[in-house]
């Protein structure tokens, strides 16, 4: 059987999950190529297994370049083990309230290995995985990589996915879209969203950036527009260093949005050194849906 057809049936087994983007109505997977909707929008699988719902064409700067290392970055330098297993033992407490099999979205998962890495972690076979991004070079990534998952290249703010499909959504380091994360959540689902803060790779911010407002984050913003959507029923910071070598600094600097629009002699500053203390500073903001349709709120807290 072809990476393909493995890739369609596991996606049959999960049919029920999937609403087609153009028209919201369910799906199948006809002849373990393609998933068709009622009204016949038909979305081919691809050679790698994943499938691409989007329904524009869009520009992406992400190139096949900053996804292999980001992938070396975060397979294989161990600068985000620990966050890792932070999420996953949010995710394991979660499936532990509600004993069921569950379905974690990450959405802008680029080329899928924070999405692994948890799922490897949480190491429990009721779990399945769905990674979602705009852009194709980085699904096509995953899918070649991660044969366990299901990975779509789609549209956050228009995705492939039902309403109340979703048991746990991730967003790491990337844009959201709110609402469509809450129509795609079951009611008592956690939203668990990565954000920088002051000091997350300040290492590279001053070396990258002369102007003191670059030079670090602010989250404040992103936390009260993600405290308005959903109840937010804990927050963790993770805040350590790690040395990195320079094929890692190298790496990091590729990887990251930061250096699209600065000075060469500035990246090669950064990168030219044999190792580097890099921070690294994050909130993990752990979110259920705040209100149903009724109006009734799902305010349990579970930590
Ligand atoms: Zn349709």
Redesign the pocket.
């Known amino acids: 059987m072809t990476s393909k057809e493995k890739s369609a049936e596991l996606v049959n087994k999960y049919v029920h999950v999937f609403s087609?983007?153009?028209?919201?109505?369910p799906?199948k997977v006809t002849h373990l190529k393609s998933l068709v909707?009622?009204?016949?929008?038909t979305f081919d699988f691809a050679k790698q297994g994943y499938v691409n719902m989007l329904t524009r064409s869009t520009n992406s700067h992400y190139n096949r370049e900053l996804f292999k290392a980001r992938h070396q970055i975060i397979m294989e330098s161990g600068l985000h083990v620990l966050l890792h297993e932070k999420i996953s033992e949010v995710i394991n407490e979660h499936m532990n309230a509600i004993n069921e099999e569950i379905l974690i979205l990450d959405a802008g998962c680029g080329e899928g290995s924070h999405l692994q890495r948890i799922l490897d972690e949480c190491n429990n076979e009721t779990v399945i995985g769905v990674g979602i991004d705009i852009s194709k070079e980085g699904i096509r990534m995953a899918a070649s990589n991660y044969k366990d998952s299901i990975w779509l290249v789609g549209d956050l703010a228009n995705s492939p996915l039902a309403v109340q499909s979703c048991q746990v959504i991730l967003n790491i380091l990337s844009p959201a879209n709110y609402k469509d994360f809450r129509r795609i959540l079951v009611p008592d689902g956690l939203v668990i969203k990565v954000v920088p803060r002051s000091n997350y790779l300040k290492e590279l911010r001053e070396t990258l950036f002369d102007d003191t407002d670059k030079k670090s984050y602010k989250n404040d913003e992103t936390v009260s527009l993600f405290k308005k959507h959903f109840h937010l029923v804990d927050i963790f910071n993770l805040r350590y260093t790690q040395e990195l070598t320079q094929t890692e600094l190298t790496n990091l600097a590729q990887m990251s949005p930061l250096a699209w629009n600065s000075k060469k002699e500035h990246i090669d500053h950064f990168t030219n050194q044999d190792t580097s203390e890099i921070t690294i500073d994050l909130d993990i903001l752990v979110g259920i849906n705040k209100l149903t349709k009724g109006g009734r709120e799902y305010g349990k807290c579970m930590y």
Do not use: A, E, G, Q
Request: glycine share 0%; proline share 8%; aromatic share 0%.
């Open positions: 087609c983007p153009i028209c919201k109505s799906m909707c009622l009204n016949n929008h």
